[in-house]
């Protein structure tokens, strides 16, 4: 495992004393929530909505189906 620098040991330090990033991190995480998850559960249908205008943002071209094909299959 690579050691940090004396520089970025430093830097380190210093965020952790910082109350502004402490104050910006607890704000963060009082308005985290879970995207796809509602009162009955998970929400399948805006997830799979999420993933197919995230490909398409990204252009992603779909691959063509290929079943798979195998007659022993053990795990």
């Given amino acids: 495992m690579n050691r940090l620098?004396?520089?970025a040991a430093?830097?380190?330090?210093?965020l952790?004393?910082?109350g502004?990033?402490?104050k910006d991190m607890e704000t963060i995480a009082q308005n985290r929530r879970d995207a796809f998850v509602t009162?009955?559960?998970v929400?399948?249908?805006?997830?799979?909505?999420?993933?197919s205008q995230f490909n398409?943002?990204?252009n992603h071209e779909p691959k063509k189906f290929v079943a798979m094909?195998?007659?022993d299959m053990r795990l």
């Avoid at 430093?10 to 210093?14: G, N, Q, S, T």
């Avoid at 929400?43 to 993933?51: G, I, K």
């Fill in 5 to 7: 620098s004396q520089a």
């Fill in 10 to 14: 430093e830097e380190l330090r210093k």
């Fill in 16 to 18: 952790a004393k910082s």
């Fill in 20 to 22: 502004a990033l402490r």
């Fill in 39 to 41: 009162a009955d559960g």
């Fill in 43 to 51: 929400d399948v249908d805006a997830y799979v909505e999420f993933l």
């Fill in 56 to 58: 398409e943002f990204i």
């Fill in 69 to 71: 094909i195998d007659k």
